[in-house]
């Protein structure tokens, strides 16, 4: 256990309405952390509030109940007089808080609770505290840690921290998903948490047209390269047809690298208004962020996106083209070893 844990409440303590903050596009771990923490903050007598940039994303409705939102857009200017410190969890970058950064530069005292390998000099003036566990696989885990070993673990806090620990290991799958998380995956379902309604609350929600939709699309999956590529393709028409709406395409992508000794997935996705949204994704040693940026695009090494206008056959090609081209050179590991 972080020795770190006994210093925040008493840093805490000091303060009486604390405003909770994390990251733009706030997912499961930056709500479930915001939720998990002001539950707790409520149980030392603390009256917390949670902002966020975004509207609440609808697919975490499980814990909206779990906090009072507050909107940063409409509500910024009463929070930012009401607040008498400042805890910003699972993020440690201006950036990631653009609309807030001037405010924490000159702002109340601060504590971060993250577990991001960069971060800003956030949290770092006298009067702050800042808690970074890199080794942490999810920022809910420093939170559960923490008020496990203080005694604050309450059922309310519980499953927003469990939903922030799941879906920050992609539900225990990925390599940060390591002894500490399933420790404390057990802790919070000794305090009430029912893990499998958790997940059907958050993954088998699909409107039927989405999966009508997911069958449309691999119906048409192109297998090139030897197997090592799989080409999707989602027209307008196709949304149609489905009975589906452009926000059912997100994670799309993902569904061609279940399949065996495929490489890489490039999706084709066509907007409304006529731009070609190009969705790259590798599984080991392509660099699909290179391949997006020939095409005016960005992203990771092992997921990248590009927009493109022209004619669906001619984009298409080209990209392909480009992909096929990249697996040609063979991966690090086929090279033939140097004389
Ligand atoms: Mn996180």
Not at 174 to 199: H, K, Q, T, W
Request: hydrophobic share 45%.
């Amino acid at each position: 256990m972080n020795a770190a844990y006994s210093h925040i409440a008493p840093w805490l303590k000091r303060f009486e309405r604390p405003l909770l903050l994390s990251h733009q596009r706030p997912d499961g771990d930056a709500l479930g952390t915001l939720a998990g923490c002001a539950a707790v903050l409520s149980e030392l007598g603390l009256s917390a509030q949670c902002a966020l940039f975004d509207d609440f994303p609808r697919r975490y409705e499980i814990i909206r109940g779990a906090a009072a939102w507050k909107s940063w857009g409409a509500d910024g200017a009463a929070l930012r007089a009401d607040c008498d410190c400042v805890v910003v969890v699972d993020t440690c970058s201006y950036a990631q808080l653009e609309p807030a950064a001037e405010f924490l530069r000159g702002g109340p005292p601060t504590m971060v609770l993250d577990h991001h390998a960069t971060s800003d000099d956030l949290g770092v003036r006298p009067q702050d505290f800042r808690l970074i566990d890199a080794t942490a696989g999810a920022a809910s885990l420093i939170v559960e840690e923490w008020t496990a070993a203080a005694g604050l673990l309450s059922a309310r806090a519980a499953v927003a921290l469990y939903v922030g620990l799941a879906t920050d290991t992609g539900w225990f799958r990925f390599s940060n998903a390591d002894a500490r998380v399933f420790a404390s995956a057990a802790r919070l379902c000794a305090a009430g948490v029912r893990p499998a309604e958790l997940y059907e609350a958050l993954y088998q929600q699909d409107p039927e047209a989405r999966l009508r939709l997911t069958a449309r699309m691999l119906g048409g999956m192109r297998v090139l390269a030897g197997g090592r590529l799989v080409v999707l393709e989602v027209r307008q028409s196709d949304l149609k047809v489905c009975g589906a709406d452009a926000g059912m395409t997100e994670d799309l992508v993902n569904e061609a690298s279940r399949m065996a000794g495929v490489e890489a997935t490039v999706l084709f996705n066509e907007s409304e208004d006529g731009v070609i949204r190009v969705n790259l994704r590798s599984r080991r040693w392509v660099d699909v962020a290179a391949i997006a940026r020939q095409f005016g695009g960005g992203g990771h090494v092992r997921a990248a996106g590009a927009r493109q206008r022209g004619e669906w056959g001619d984009v298409t090609r080209r990209v392909i083209e480009a992909v096929e081209a990249a697996l040609a050179k063979g991966s690090p590991a086929e090279a033939p070893a140097p004389e």
